[in-house]
């Protein structure tokens, strides 16, 4: 079988290896590795890719090529431990101010905060890892593990809507930004706390939660990797390219591979359309950076 994809509209209360489970016990057999493209938290919904027989090793590119975007409730004067409504809940007397905000100028100065030089550590309660270990697994031991802060990269964000003490917005953002953490922020430039009721990923880069199907008619509705990471293509016309690339070494660059920029990324491709592997462009040469193994 070849390498392909399925876009899933993950539903609420199923973790991201539920859904993987599901798809070992329901997809047909033999297939080779499985695995996701991006943990959601079980108590969020949405897009989530899941890949088999080598599409998975297309994670790296699509996390650093593929911003996300998220919508989500947050709920301002209650704290929670893991940052949603799955934890425990702490309430707060909201600031007496809260209700003079102009939440339209408040939106750009979020904007503007987050979107310049926005350092991030991930919640103890996540799938982050520290010694080959979960960090929710420390915590559910009573161990918080608190991670250096990282620069993230807020793309977009605009608000949906707000009734107090509830807010809704809309954010797309690089890989490995938390949106919990997100709006415990937000809540804090109000003076006050705050945790997410509701969360749903909408978008990873063109793909949107209208391709998704649901859990139980996805498996039917494969798609390709050459689909799943939309790049150029590069055609190797000359059998001795195809043999050098088949085999791990550089190109140099000829006319037809002059379509791909600096570092840029494309689909190896025999004459017959067969496909071969991903590449990109260092300089004059063509970089192998993986191949698929050859059908039998």
């Known amino acids: 079988m070849n390498p392909v994809a399925f876009l899933v509209d993950k539903p609420e209360d199923m973790g991201s290896t539920d859904v993987v489970r599901h798809f070992k016990r329901n997809l047909p057999k033999p297939f080779k590795k499985i695995g996701h493209f991006g943990t959601l938290d079980p108590f969020a919904t949405g897009l989530l890719i899941i890949g088999i027989n080598g599409a998975q090793r297309l994670a790296d590119y699509l996390h650093k090529d593929y911003p996300k975007t998220y919508r989500a409730i947050g709920v301002l004067g209650v704290s929670s431990n893991t940052g949603d409504k799955t934890g425990e809940l702490v309430e707060t007397e909201l600031p007496k101010n809260l209700g003079l905000v102009d939440f339209k100028d408040q939106e750009c100065k979020w904007f503007e905060r987050f979107s310049k030089n926005y350092?991030?550590?991930p919640p103890a309660y996540s799938?982050?890892?520290h010694k080959g270990k979960n960090l929710y697994e420390y915590a559910r031991e009573g161990i918080i593990i608190e991670k250096e802060k990282v620069p993230r990269e807020v793309l977009e964000f605009k608000l949906i809507n707000v009734d107090l003490p509830k807010i809704e917005f809309e954010v797309t953002v690089s890989s490995g930004t938390y949106i919990r953490v997100l709006f415990e922020d937000m809540a804090k430039d109000l003076g006050t706390t705050g945790h997410l009721e509701g969360l749903r990923r909408v978008k990873i880069g063109p793909h949107s939660i209208e391709s998704a199907s649901t859990l139980e008619n996805c498996i039917e509705r494969p798609i390709s990797v050459?689909?799943?990471?939309?790049?150029k293509d590069i055609v190797l016309n000359n059998e001795n390219d195809l043999k050098k690339y088949v085999n791990g070494m550089k190109l140099?660059?000829?006319?037809?591979?002059r379509h791909l920029g600096a570092l840029e990324a494309g689909w190896v491709k025999s004459p017959q359309g067969?496909?071969?592997?991903?590449?990109r462009r260092v300089g004059e040469e063509l970089e192998v950076l993986f191949n698929f193994p050859k059908n039998p």
């Open 274 to 279: 067969e496909l071969l592997g991903l590449a």
């Open 252 to 257: 140099s660059m000829m006319d037809d591979m």
């Open 127 to 129: 799938a982050a890892k």
């Open 119 to 121: 350092l991030q550590a």
């Open 226 to 231: 050459c689909e799943l990471y939309q790049v």
